[in-house]
């Protein structure tokens, strides 16, 4: 029996570095691109530089870049949290009925392609008493719903995984109220999944491209639009930015993993 149990481990292992390999080889070519000065006829670069990182930081409109789409991101995330979290938990525990007019309203954003909703979101909000086209806030509004199948499905997978009605039931018998029992029982058990989601959301939307250079491209330069328009100049610099973009956004995220550890122990306390 143990025989096959090894080779099973050595499939699965073999197959965990093939995937591994496939989708870190891209990332390494970038970063390699990104320091490489003359890299013509040969496997790896002639020579190494750090001009083009040198360059990109000298440059202000990258930080700026950067900044914005922190903060635009960060503040749309932080919104649809808001809105999200009670409004599933009470769909779900109160009103399970609604759900499946839920699910149709949050997989709105995946039949409606990025070019037909920005046109429409430019047609809508450019007159008239909201006249937001180009500002910040219809892109915040536009990022709200891009990430809603996100968190609505992230939420309501860690309600149902945790049993949430049985355990609402148990603290209610207990002889805690509705909102102790979900600040003390309930949000403890499904932070990890909220966490998930929230880290999710934000990834998607600082990736976002169409959406966000169709919107508001010619008047607020986000960290996508700015690579957009810098790949046309150089490919070691466009490398350099993709590969900081990346780090940023790994450092990012395991930034908000930890606070969301100390946050969730917190709550348990």
Known sequence: MEAPSRKAGWGHRSLMLLLMVYLLLPLLATLIYAFAKEWQATILPE???LEWFGEM????????????????????VALSLAVMLPAVFIITVYLPRLESFMKGIVVL???????????????AYSSGPLNISGTAYILIGAYFIVILPYMYQGIRNSLLTVSAVELLNA?????????????S???????????????????????EFV???MLV?????????????????SGHLASAIAISYFLFILALSMVLMKLGKKVNRGIAE
């Open 171 to 183: 603290a209610e018998m207990l002889g805690a109220s509705r909102s102790k029992a979900f600040v």
């Open 217 to 233: 491209g010619g008047h607020i330069q986000t960290i996508q639009v700015y690579l957009a328009r810098r790949m046309n100049e």
């Open 211 to 213: 959406l966000t250079n």
């Open 109 to 123: 954003p995946y039949a409606v392609p990025g070019v037909v909703a920005a046109v429409g979101l430019i047609r």
């Open 47 to 49: 020579s190494w530089t």
């Open 185 to 207: 029982v309930i949000l403890p058990n499904i932070w990890p999944g909220v966490m998930t989601s929230t880290l999710l959301s934000f990834s998607v939307l600082f990736g």
């Open 57 to 76: 930081f000298r440059d202000t409109r990258f930080l700026d870049a950067l900044w914005k789409s922190f903060y635009l991101c960060l503040i749309s």
